[in-house]
């Protein structure tokens, strides 16, 4: 297995644990009986946590196998 492919099978990997997370957030804030308004904050702001650390982790991927 070549490094593109091994960073390539690791950003799904990734993509697909982050969605599941922001699905399962959604599920508990509506269980919640928070306001819309709220709601969306905290969604918006959990979104930014996991888009980062989304990034952080396809970063390290790529650092241990580098791509050139």
């Keep these: 297995m070549t490094p593109a492919e091994v960073v390539t ?5 990734f993509r697909q644990a982050a969605d599941s997370v922001l699905e399962r957030y959604k599920a508990a804030l509506a269980q919640q009986g928070l306001s819309d308004s709220e709601k969306s904050k905290r969604l918006g702001a ?4 996991i888009e980062a650390w989304f990034k952080r982790s396809v970063d390290a991927v790529k650092r241990k196998f580098p791509v050139h």
């Design 46 to 49: 959990y979104s930014i946590q």
């Design 9 to 13: 099978i690791c950003q799904t990997a």
